[in-house]
Antibody, heavy 126, light 107 residues
Framework: EGQLVESGGGLVQPGGSLRLSCAAS????????MNWVRQAPGKGLEWVAS????????YYVDSVKGRFTISRDNAKNSVFLQMNSLGVEDTAVYFC???????????????????WGQGTLVTVSS | DIQMTQSPSSLSASVGDRVTITCRAS??????LAWYQQKPGKVPKLLIY???TLQSGVPSRFSGSGSGTDFTLTISSLQPEDVATYYC?????????FGPGTKVDIK
């Protein structure tokens, strides 16, 4: 049974930075796309960023482009989200989620987000 | 980018009622449409993928249908434990956009 555990959230002033981490256990994330999804208080789910298993592709929602950077360390079975120039609108619970699986046949299983972490709260406030 | 809409935004139904939630994509994600359930204070849970395939362990009262741009999540007999917000998501390509959600509660 796979598990994802996020860490690194907290209170930060506007304009500040935070680095979120997501550690996987029970499976190797080296063959999966990994994703970050956030949820502002009382709001819906918002996809934030995704990274291909070999790091060759990264995608971001428009509102974080140029401020957030997704990265991964397959050897440490972890994925990260570096968040800079934070604004109050970035206040949310941030979830990491497992995405597409690159299988042994060299193709994708085209699965949705099947494993989610418990989330880490980021609060941007002065 | 593809926009996802859901209707209704909320609904209230009685235990045992049949409940239907609709998701529409501005461009078709093919069959790569998923439904998630999120109970208050909990992590989203995958219910249905590929538009109509039930995730392992999900009760059979949940079903999904549709293709192209229009999709439906149906709860055949609403139970108290189904109180939650339901989200659709396209996952054929990035951005992996979610719908705005439909909040379901018991009348």
């Amino acid at each position: 049974e796979g598990q994802l555990v996020e860490s690194g959230g907290g209170l930060v002033q506007p304009g500040g930075s935070l680095r979120l981490s997501c550690a996987a256990s029970g499976f190797s994330l080296r063959s999966y796309w990994m994703n970050w999804v956030r949820q502002a208080p009382g709001k819906g789910l918002e996809w934030v960023a995704s990274i291909k298993q070999d790091v060759s592709e990264k995608y971001y929602v428009d509102s974080v482009k140029g401020r957030f950077t997704i990265s991964r360390d397959n050897a440490k079975n972890s994925v990260f989200l570096q968040m800079n120039s934070l604004g109050v609108e970035d206040t949310a619970v941030y979830f990491c989620a497992r995405g597409w699986h690159y299988n042994d046949r060299g193709t994708y299983d085209w699965n949705p987000f099947d494993y989610w972490g418990q989330g880490t709260l980021v609060t941007v406030s002065s | 980018d593809i926009q996802m809409t859901q209707s209704p935004s909320s609904l209230s139904a009685s235990v045992g009622d049949r409940v239907t939630i609709t998701c529409r994509a501005s461009q078709g994600p093919g069959i790569y449409l998923a439904w998630y359930q999120q109970k208050p204070g909990k992590v989203p849970k995958l219910l249905i993928y590929a538009a109509s395939t039930l995730q392992s362990g999900v009760p059979s009262r949940f079903s999904g249908s549709g293709s192209g741009t229009d999709f439906t999540l149906t709860i055949s007999s609403l139970q108290p434990e189904d109180v939650a917000t339901y989200y659709c998501q396209k996952y054929n390509s990035a951005p992996f956009t979610f719908g705005p959600g439909t909040k379901v509660d018991i009348k």
